[in-house]
């Protein structure tokens, strides 16, 4: 989402930094031909409103794509086109983010992982391939997990085993989540400018179509900033994932860029440790935001490993 130029590789933990029979009709959102006209909202069994993007034939293999830090649904249109050609896609606006609910409360992984699986029951979903990016990342490793019978495959992209847990009150704090930035998150005043210096460097993605771009900008403003600081906050509550990865049964694909300035090589092969099953590939000329730099080259690997 941001520059990953302007932020160092102790930002480890930045983008964390989330039953059966047919859903209720869906409320359509935006205008006919509008940007994100194609998105829809749908509420969740624990009252939760959900925005999402359906694609593909209802009748294919699902897929549930789960998005990073302050993206949407609508970041990852174009690689879900390329992955609806043989697969019934979900682009979900996890909670806080989009169409979705912005409660005060709660957005720990398991919070956003449980209203992942919320999704799945209103669609009659017994079980799906689960794929996110950078904190969907996390919140798919969760949700594999905590309903592995949910999941059939396991698609993480830029992401992280997580943040160790402190071993004693006496061990240092690590630094700030997205180190400079933080102070610019802790001083978001509503409505936030979309074209303010600091959007434009939290959306500076290489090779990102800049009209995307600018829309983008704007679905993260929509994001109230204690919003912003909720997740932020509450997001480090039960970051170590490898307190749970012992758990994941499903065959599993970790793709990371080889120039991601956020999770090294370092990071990348500890992760890869605690899931010794994975299959990992790495995109050497790729960053962070690897799904928004190169979606044809992500949904190459992605449709590879699910044939």
């Given at each position: ?155 993480v992209i830029g992401s992280t085993i997580g943040r160790r847990s ?127 730099e190169d979606p044809a080259a992500v949904g190459a690997e992605l ?5």
């Amino acid at each position: 989402m941001y520059k990953v130029s302007k932020i160092t590789s102790w930002c480890v933990a930045a983008l964390l930094a989330v039953g059966s029979g047919a859903p209720a009709q869906a409320a359509p959102s935006g205008q006919p031909g509008a940007w994100g006209a194609e998105r829809k909202t749908v509420t969740l069994a624990n009252g939760m409103r959900m925005g999402y993007v359906e694609l593909g034939d209802p009748a294919k293999p699902a897929i549930i794509f789960l998005h990073g830090f302050t993206n949407s649904s609508l970041g990852y249109l174009p690689l879900g086109h390329l992955l609806a050609k043989d697969h019934r896609v979900f682009l979900l606006d996890q909670r806080g983010h989009g169409e979705s609910d912005k409660p005060p409360c709660c957005y720990t992984r398991l919070d956003l992982a449980h209203d992942a699986k919320l999704f799945m029951d209103r669609f009659g979903l017994q079980k799906a391939h689960v794929a996110g990016h950078s904190l969907g990342g996390m919140v798919a490793q969760t949700l594999a997990a905590f309903w592995p019978e949910r999941v059939d495959r396991l698609m993480v992209i830029g992401s992280t085993i997580g943040r160790r847990s402190l071993p004693s009150r006496d061990t240092p704090r690590p630094p700030p989540t997205f180190g400079p930035l933080d102070a610019d998150i802790r001083a978001l005043k509503d409505p936030i400018d979309p074209d303010s210096a600091f959007m434009k460097v939290w959306w500076d993605v290489p090779g990102l179509d800049p009209k995307i771009q600018y829309h983008m900008r704007r679905e993260s403003a929509r994001i109230p900033a204690d919003i912003w600081r909720a997740m932020l906050d509450q997001g480090e509550v039960s970051r170590d994932l490898r307190t749970t990865a012992h758990r994941i049964t499903a065959p599993t694909l970790l793709l990371f860029g080889g120039k991601d300035a956020l999770f090294s090589a370092e990071d990348n092969r500890e992760m890869a440790s605690w899931l010794p099953h994975a299959k990992v590939v790495t995109l050497e000329a790729l960053g962070h935001s690897l799904p928004e730099e190169d979606p044809a080259a992500v949904g190459a690997e992605l449709l590879a490993f699910l044939r």
